[in-house]
């Protein structure tokens, strides 16, 4: 049974309004001061619960509804492709991917604007509450970790945003943070590193409420990316070895792989973190609910099924079809791992796609030389799937169990699972000429059933098994960034597939997938080094700071 660790909508009301309360002089029952607040340690819980529920709804839920933060960082990436109903459908991701956007795209701007929804959530608790109890210590050390954590993506995001570490006035017209972009991850790492002596501890793999809160795992994590992304490998490798060591996380077994990705892997002994949007009864109904869900990412991320001559089983609604596999990327992974239950729940072939799959439409007994002839399997649209270079990625495409009422989901989004400290810990011992780091990397690999099992630790090894490991969850792109491995991106834009069945576009007399290459876009397109290392500043916020220097993506 999960915990729920958010309290009700009135409390976030509570303490936004101390943030403006010189401007409203007007006395509203029901609201508790910030003066009178923050004063027990039972207003110390509430507090906290209020940012884990802001935390939610900034990044997890309403800041943008298809959850903005996945969205940015994934598309940008060397081994995706957005996708959808034709050009131009969920357009808002598509910019990213193929990189023609502008400052006033929405999801940088979601992004942004959510990450420092939080540190303002956070800041608010560090300027009020004191430390002058146990448990008072905890939560400060909770939302101090939470801001670094921010702030950590702020950085590999948009390089040297804002340092913010007070909640300002509403004039304040802050500037990028002038320590240069490695010093501000130092900071990131201090901060979160001088919180876990007070955090809580998750008490074993088996603690769902350890999963959902901030532990001495999480800061420790935070700490170690953050140093491994400033290349203090030293550094890093003692962070992480501490989360490793704590023996408080495990990797799932291979048979359970797929459900990290669905709501039956939810709070699970890989997970640690993850913004826990479970339906709350005490919320109210669903159209309160979803305020604070990531409710629409089971669009977002799902297949268009309507292209399809039946709608596959293992999918639990029609979708968006925001994005897709690239070829490329899927033929390495399939030259590395084979038939591994890893890759095979990462993506299909089209001869998985048409024949290994069950559709809604066939009996299940039915052999492959019917199967071939069946108009109740395929893709019937004579436009295909746009985007699609012939391989079908569900690994985070949404099952039946994470659908509620059909059509929106409760699914946690994944902050940290284990799986990523064992593969940067295992690039800072590559790096540094360390071997403990190829117990975990083998690890990984044979967790997965990979065909490629790594006998030696090199940095070339790790960079490869983590782009397979940890496809499509948000690290790829930042991690091209840093070690300059952004060749794979410059042509993004260009020569866009779409994926076809000859037995429907043809008139061929067996199913035939194959795949044909539009370019619709007319302006330029693709990664631009020294331009796209990081993303724009939105327009809003420029034009009201003119302190801030925009970065060369958005001018």
């Keep these: 049974m999960k915990k729920i660790l958010y309290s009700i909508f009135g409390l976030c009301a509570a303490l936004f309004l101390g943030g403006c309360e010189d401007r409203l002089n007007i006395d509203q029952k029901g609201v508790i001061s910030a003066d009178d607040f923050y004063k027990t340690d039972a207003d110390a819980e509430n507090a906290v619960n209020n940012l884990y529920q802001c935390f939610c709804f900034h990044i997890a839920g309403n800041e943008g509804v298809y959850v903005a933060l996945p969205v940015l960082f994934n598309e940008a990436g060397d081994d995706m492709l957005a996708a959808g109903n034709m050009y131009g459908d969920n357009d808002f991701g598509a910019q990213i991917n193929e990189f023609r956007y502008d400052n006033q795209n929405e999801v940088i701007s979601n992004t942004y604007s959510g990450l420092y929804a939080v540190v303002y959530d956070a800041n608010t ?42 909640v300002l006035p509403g004039d304040a017209k802050p500037t990028n943070y002038e320590g240069g972009h490695k010093e501000l991850l130092r900071w990131v790492a ?20 350890g999963a959902s809160k901030i532990t001495k795992g999480f800061a420790l ?35 359970r792989w797929a459900n990290l990705f669905h709501e039956s892997g939810d709070l699970c002994e890989e997970m640690i973190f993850q913004a826990n949007v479970i339906e709350n009864a005490n919320v109210g109904d669903w159209s309160n609910k979803i305020q604070r869900t990531s409710w629409m990412w089971i669009q977002f991320w799902n297949w268009r099924t309507d292209k399809l001559a039946s709608k596959p089983s293992f999918i639990g609604a029609d979708g968006w079809g925001g994005h897709a596999i690239r070829a490329d990327f899927a033929e390495r992974m399939l030259a590395n791992d084979g038939d591994s239950p890893r890759r095979k729940a990462t993506f299909m072939t089209p001869d998985e796609f048409l024949y290994e799959m069950d559709w809604n439409g066939i009996d299940s007994d039915m052999t492959r030389e019917q199967r071939e002839t069946s108009n109740q399997i395929g893709i019937k649209a004579s436009d295909g799937l746009y985007g699609f270079g012939g391989y079908f990625a569900h690994k985070i ?3 039946p169990e994470d659908n509620e009422k059909g059509w929106y989901g409760f699914k946690n989004l994944t902050i940290f699972r284990y799986a990523e400290v064992l593969l940067m810990y295992a690039e ?5 000429g360390d071997n403990d780091g190829l117990q975990y990397l083998n690890a990984i690999q044979n967790r997965a059933g990979s065909a490629h099992v790594s006998s030696a630790l090199t940095l070339d090894e790790v960079k490869n098994e983590k782009a397979y490991e940890m496809w499509i969850e948000g690290v790829r792109f930042p991690d091209m960034v840093r070690w300059g491995d952004t060749d794979g991106v410059v042509n993004n834009g260009k020569n866009i597939p779409s994926t076809k069945d000859a037995f429907f576009t043809k008139g061929e007399p067996k ?41 060369p993506s958005g001018l």
């Design 221 to 255: 994590t935070v700490a170690g990316k953050a140093r491994l992304f400033m290349e203090d490998y030293e550094g890093a490798k003692n962070n992480l070895k501490q989360v490793i060591a704590s023996n408080k996380y495990e990797l799932v077994p291979t048979d």
């Design 428 to 432: 800072a011992c590559a790096v540094t």
């Design 125 to 166: 608790i560090l300027d009020r509450l004191p430390d002058d109890s146990p448990v008072k210590k905890r939560v400060r050390a909770e939302a101090q970790a939470m801001r670094a954590w921010a702030y950590l993506m702020l950085a590999i995001g948009w390089d040297c945003p804002p340092l913010v570490e007070t």
């Design 190 to 209: 201090e901060q979160a590193e001088a919180t876990v002596a007070d955090l809580d501890e998750r008490t074993s793999p088996t603690d769902k409420v």
């Design 397 to 399: 495409v949404p099952w």
């Design 511 to 551: 199913h035939r997938i194959y795949v044909e290459y539009s370019n619709p876009n007319n302006g330029p397109t693709g990664f631009v080094k020294g331009k796209h290392e990081y993303f724009a500043y939105p327009f809003v916020t420029i034009s009201r700071n003119p302190n801030l220097k925009q970065n």
